[in-house]
C-alpha cells in the first residue's frame, strides 16, 4: 500500500496551527509552549510519518493560528503494525488557546475504506501530556507504550468480527450510534434514520458481523453524505464532521459502544 507523506508546506494549509509560533494571549504566564511542529518532528525522526492534518475551523484569523488540530502518524509500509483489515496510526491532538492538552492516541487506518478511528486502548485511554518544556520527550514515551498496545486492540478486532448481529441487534447499534451523534433526543433531531447509517458504500462491507457493523457506522456519521431529511422536512445530506474535538470524541465513544456490545453479545452466546 502506498503512503503519501505530508510536506511542512502541506501541513501548514491544511492545518496552520502546528506552526504556531506563540500560544493565545490569554494564557497565563506559566504554560509552557512547545510548538506542534516540534513533535511533529521528534515523531517523524522515530520513523511516524505525518499523513492526515485538521483543524477545528476559527472564525478570525488570530483564532486559527492556535485552534485545535490534529495530525495522524503513519510508519513506512514495511514497518506499519497490522490490526485486521487496518495498520496502526498515532493520533496527535493539541492547541494553543487552553482549550486541550497535548494527546496522543493510537488509532486505526482501514484500509478497505480510508477512514481513520480512534481506539482507546485498555485502560490506558492514550496519553495527555500538560504543556511544558518536557512535551515532546513525554510523548515519545508515550507513543512507545502506545504501540506495545497494538495487540490488544487486534484481539478487540477479532472479537468483533466473530459475532454476528442480527437486524434487531444492527438496529440497536445504530440506534445507539445516533444517540452518541445527536443526543438522547436523537429521534427528534437526526436527520437521517437508523437504517441509513447502516447502509454499506461498498459491497465489501455488507458482512453482518460487529466489525462491519461499526466500521459502516462509523464511516458514515464522520465522512456525512447520507441522503435524509431536515427537522423542517426538507430533503438534506449530512455534512461531514471537521471538528477536531469532535471527530475524536465520537471515535472514542464508537469503539467503546462497540466493544460494550462484544461484551453483551458474547454474555448472550455463553448463557
Not at 93 to 105: K, P
Not at 181 to 192: A, K, L
Request: with cysteine.
Amino acid at each position: 500500500m502506498t503512503m503519501h507523506i505530508l510536506s511542512h508546506d502541506q501541513l501548514r494549509r491544511q492545518a496552520p496551527a502546528i506552526f504556531a509560533t506563540a500560544p493565545d494571549q490569554a494564557v497565563s504566564d506559566r504554560y509552557g509552549f512547545v510548538p506542534t511542529i516540534e513533535v511533529v518532528n521528534a515523531l517523524q525522526s522515530e520513523g511516524w510519518h505525518p499523513v492526515r492534518a485538521q483543524q477545528t475551523l476559527a472564525r478570525t484569523q488570530e483564532r486559527r493560528a492556535v485552534s485545535r488540530h490534529m495530525v495522524r502518524f503513519r510508519q513506512e509500509p514495511d514497518r506499519q503494525i497490522k490490526v485486521g483489515d487496518s495498520v496502526a496510526e498515532l493520533v496527535l491532538t493539541n492547541s494553543h488557546d487552553r482549550t486541550s492538552a497535548y494527546q496522543l492516541d493510537l488509532g486505526l487506518f482501514r484500509l478497505v475504506c480510508s477512514n481513520g478511528m480512534v481506539t482507546p486502548v485498555g485502560e490506558m485511554g492514550g496519553i495527555r501530556v500538560r504543556h511544558g518544556r518536557q512535551v515532546v520527550t513525554e510523548i515519545l514515551e508515550g507513543s512507545i507504550a502506545l504501540i506495545d498496545e497494538a495487540p490488544e486492540v487486534a484481539t478487540a478486532v477479532d472479537r468483533f468480527r466473530s459475532l454476528r448481529l442480527s437486524p434487531d441487534e444492527a438496529q440497536l447499534f445504530a440506534q445507539s450510534a445516533l444517540t452518541l451523534r445527536y443526543g438522547e433526543d436523537w429521534i427528534n433531531v437526526s436527520p437521517v434514520t437508523p437504517e441509513a447509517v447502516l447502509q454499506a458504500r461498498r459491497s465489501e462491507d455488507r458482512e453482518v458481523d460487529l466489525w462491519h457493523v461499526f466500521n459502516r457506522t462509523q464511516e458514515n456519521l464522520l465522512k456525512g453524505g447520507i441522503r435524509g431529511r431536515s427537522t423542517n422536512g426538507r430533503n438534506t445530506r449530512t455534512r461531514p464532521i471537521r471538528s477536531v474535538s469532535e471527530d475524536v470524541r465520537l471515535n472514542r465513544a464508537l469503539w467503546q459502544l462497540t466493544e460494550h456490545f462484544a461484551a453483551l453479545k458474547s454474555k448472550s452466546i455463553a448463557a
